[in-house]
Every structure is written in structure tokens, then in C-alpha cells.
């Protein structure tokens, strides 16, 4: 039997192996049910404790038996996509032998799919790679990813640089021991100064591009943790920091809609019309003047923390706002002073 989780840019693989299964190597045994993988990766997922037997980390050579339970988290598979090096100029805030962090612009998507096979933060980090004067020898020739931000989301993201690091961060992603802190400017005024959104997401049924929130009692979706906190009210418009259990497709965005408080300008989720207000022309003209400085949601993600594979040290960065989000803020500010 098997289950596999690819909401974020990793799977999770669970196995009960079968009463007459014959004794036989793990590594071997994965390998033969996994597509897209290989002996390499799974002896470098156990080497990074990614694959468990019976809730117990085990090596490569562990020998499975019957009724064995099995769980194995690796990197998402390489897409099936010619991906070619871009000089496209990136924000990178750190950077050693293993791997980077990007703060990444708004209107840049992060990996190439249907629609975007150009311009994304792949193929301009394949070209910032392929240009460094050394790259670790075992480099595996393209930007790792475990996670991703949504094409007008701003903020900072880590990337491996080797197939070992990848892997290890994968499972840091999985078992949430990053940590993740995001600013969003939600419309209206957020009732209570802190809470948790706790509720399954899946793509709605209705319209396949975006995500809807579901109740567990109707089997539908994944459970989704958001907390949040108000760190700045304007009366129609409130600035939250939303702290992420877990990583699903657009988890803020939907899950801040399903409480009443879309993002601000967020157009797949609501939120760029009015929401709250007045009916007066001067706050109307306000309104879409703000619209006019942001180029999506107004989401950041401000804060990324997280253990270095191979130093073991304990990383954290921080990241400013984008001049126009904190405009944008500039005017409630003013706005809200006046009124």
C-alpha cells in the first residue's frame, strides 16, 4: 500500500509491505516502487534519516520484512523540461558551497510549467551556478527546490545545491522544523489579535486553478495550519503575520479568505475589489491607487529559518518589505490619520 503527499516540492511515500514479501534490501525495495528515482537517492535519503521502518530511522542496508510499515520523504522529481540557463538578475542574500537564499521580486515565477518555460528563478539560478568559479563536486545541474513562493509573492527562498543537501532539507520541510513567517495585508479588521486557521485545503472543485478550504469530515483535502497576528490595524485593512504549520498550494491566501479577510489585491481569491469601506469616490480613488503600486496579493515572505545540512548550524534570515508594499502601508498609514 502506498500514500504520497506532494503538496510542496517533495513526496512522502508510505508502504505496509506485503505478508510474503522476501527478505530484501530497502534501497532495493524502494528503488523497484518509486518512479523517477534511483539507488543513489534513496542510500542519500537514509543517510539523512528521510526513511523510516516502523517509526525508526534505518539504513540503507536494513532488510525489510513482512508487514513492515515504511515511510520515505524525497525531493520532488526533476520535471520533464529542458531547462535552460537565463542572465536574469537575482536578489541572492546568502550563498556558500551548498546552498543559497533568494529573496525573491514579485512577477517572477520559480520554476518553469505550462505557460512559464522562461524567465523563472531556475533558469536564472542555472546561470548564476554555471558561472560561479567553483561549484561542489557533486553538484547534480540544476537549482534544488523544496518549496516555492506563488508568482506575485515576494520573499526568501532556500535552494540545495547538491543532491545530499536537497534531501535534507526536504525532510526539515516535511517534519516543519523550518521556520516560516510571512506579511499580509488582509482586508478588514481582524477581530481577534492572534489565532489559528485550522482546516483542510484542496483544489476547489468548481474551478481547478485555485484551492478551497474543506471540512476533515469530508475527506476532502489535506490538513492546513495557519497561525496568525496582527501586527498593524488600519480600520478596513489590517497587516497580519501568518506563521506556517504546513505547506500547501496558496495555504494563506485560502485560508485567510475562508475566515473573511482575503489578501488585499489578491485577484484569484476575491480580493481586488473593495471589500471594505466607504462609498465615497475619495476612497474609491485611494483604493485603486493602492491596486495600482502592488503588482498581486499583498504577501511577503519576511522571515526563513532553518538547520544547515552540513554545518548543522542553525540559519535564520529576515527580509524587508518591497518599496511598494511598504508604500502601500505609507498610505493607510496617512489615510487612516486623517479620518
Not at 64 to 72: A, L
Not at 110 to 121: A, K, R, S
Not at 192 to 208: F, H, Y
Not at 213 to 219: P, R, S
Request: aromatic share 10%.
Amino acid at each position: 500500500m502506498q500514500t504520497e503527499d506532494k503538496e510542496e516540492l517533495f513526496e512522502h511515500h508510505k508502504y505496509i509491505v506485503d505478508p510474503g514479501q522476501e527478505v530484501l534490501r530497502i534501497d532495493k525495495f524502494l528503488v523497484d516502487r518509486i518512479p523517477n528515482t534511483s539507488r543513489n537517492k534513496i542510500q542519500i535519503a537514509a543517510s539523512n534519516g528521510n526513511i523510516l521502518v516502523n517509526s525508526k530511522e534505518v539504513k540503507p542496508n536494513y532488510k525489510v520484512k513482512p508487514n513492515d510499515e515504511i515511510s520515505i520523504v524525497l525531493p520532488y522529481p526533476v520535471r520533464d523540461l529542458e531547462l535552460l540557463p537565463e542572465d536574469i538578475p537575482l536578489n541572492i542574500i546568502y550563498e556558500d558551497d551548498y546552498l543559497c537564499v533568494v529573496n525573491k521580486q514579485a512577477n517572477m515565477v520559480v520554476h518553469p510549467g505550462y505557460g512559464n518555460f522562461t524567465g523563472t528563478l531556475v533558469n536564472g539560478l542555472m546561470y548564476h551556478f554555471d558561472n560561479l568559479p567553483e561549484l561542489p563536486s557533486d553538484y547534480f545541474g540544476r537549482p534544488g527546490l523544496v518549496h516555492r513562493l506563488d508568482k506575485h509573492t515576494t520573499g526568501l527562498l532556500v535552494i540545495a545545491k547538491t543532491e545530499n543537501v536537497l534531501s535534507n532539507l526536504a525532510k526539515q520541510f516535511f517534519d516543519r522544523t523550518t521556520y516560516r513567517r510571512y506579511y499580509a495585508l488582509v482586508w478588514g479588521d481582524v477581530l481577534e489579535d492572534e489565532g489559528t486557521i485550522d482546516i483542510n485545503v484542496a483544489r476547489s472543485l468548481k474551478d481547478r486553478k485555485v484551492m478551497a478550504t474543506f471540512q476533515v469530515d469530508t475527506g476532502l483535502g489535506k490538513r492546513a495550519v495557519t497561525h496568525y497576528k496582527v501586527v498593524e490595524r488600519f480600520g478596513y485593512v489590517t497587516l497580519v503575520e501568518c506563521k506556517l504549520e504546513t505547506g500547501r498550494t496558496h495555504q494563506i491566501r485560502v485560508h485567510l479568505k475562508h475566515i473573511g479577510h482575503q489578501l488585499f489585491n489578491d485577484i484569484d481569491y476575491d480580493g481586488a475589489r473593495i471589500v471594505k469601506g466607504t462609498s465615497f469616490t475619495k476612497y474609491k480613488q485611494f483604493i485603486d491607487n493602492c491596486f495600482k503600486f502592488l503588482p498581486g496579493q499583498a504577501l511577503h515572505a519576511k522571515s526563513l529559518g532553518f538547520t544547515h545540512p552540513i554545518t548543522k548550524k542553525e540559519m535564520m534570515f529576515d527580509s524587508e518589505l518591497p518599496d511598494y508594499f511598504s508604500e502601500v502601508l505609507d498610505k493607510w498609514r496617512r489615510y487612516t490619520s486623517y479620518t
